[in-house]
């Protein structure tokens, strides 16, 4: 992760006095949340973001490398199986992170006729503002909600940039692990907590070894960009 950090920091300095090709824009779309002994949660997320690409390099195959920073909100979370709190067995409940995500993100494209098929990895800040944001049906669970977590951004994508336009247009696949639990109890940590299955009682439970539930989420994104600084040699 050191090394990760690193050459963002040092691709960001480079790239900001030789970008050819600066934009902005929006994008957003389908989440399909998971964690650990749990069910997907299908959900969504939406981000702005700033990108600063280099000049077109090569011949046969041309490329160009830059860095994205992008913030929003990302709806995470994972269900559990039908009927684990309940009788009924089409009762599903869900656990709910509404988390606000800060990412930085080093991109690298190729020049593919009219279109640019690119990858991209970073890493994630994703802050919990408070316990309201979050929505936890099991109760132990709920108490040990954190506030700030890291994780990994990892995908690609295929964007297409019109000839004397002045937008962009893009579809974007990506996976993105936790590195830190969204929910942590460490060793020796006793908890006391309402007994969902006998309403007025409760239960205590002490942790044996450290706990933790991380997010999994995968994404799919529809973005528009608005270019500010276009190379000369658009994409055809």
Do not use: C
Not at 21 to 50: E, M, P, W
Not at 149 to 161: A, K, M, P, Y
């Amino acid at each position: 992760m050191k090394l990760l950090t690193t050459s963002i920091l040092v691709l960001f300095l480079t790239n900001a006095t030789l970008a050819q090709h600066l934009g902005f824009g929006a994008k957003g779309g389908l989440l399909v949340g998971t964690q650990k002994n749990k069910r997907a949660l299908i959900s969504y997320h939406a981000d702005v973001f700033f990108e600063s690409m280099g000049k077109w390099q090569g011949e046969a195959l041309k490329r160009r490398i830059g860095y994205v920073i992008q913030a929003g909100y990302h709806r995470r979370g994972a269900s559990y199986n039908n009927g684990l709190f309940g009788s009924n067995n089409n009762f599903v409940v869900s656990d709910l992170f509404h988390n606000i995500v800060v990412s930085a993100l080093l991109k690298g494209s190729f020049e593919v006729g009219k279109f640019a098929p690119y990858y991209a990895a970073g890493l994630r800040l994703e802050i919990t503002p408070d316990s309201s944001f979050s929505q936890v049906v099991n109760p132990r669970d709920a108490q040990g909600v954190t506030p700030v977590n890291f994780g990994l951004w990892l995908g690609g994508g295929i964007e297409w940039e019109p000839p004397n336009s002045p937008l962009g247009i893009f579809l974007e696949l990506n996976i993105s692990p936790d590195l830190t639990p969204q929910i942590f109890f460490p060793k020796g940590t006793q908890v006391q907590y309402p007994d969902y299955f006998n309403p007025g009682s409760t239960r205590v439970e002490q942790f044996q070894e450290d706990y933790r539930i991380l997010n999994l989420s995968i994404e799919l994104s529809l973005g528009i960009k608005f270019l500010l600084k276009k190379q000369a040699k658009p994409i055809e």
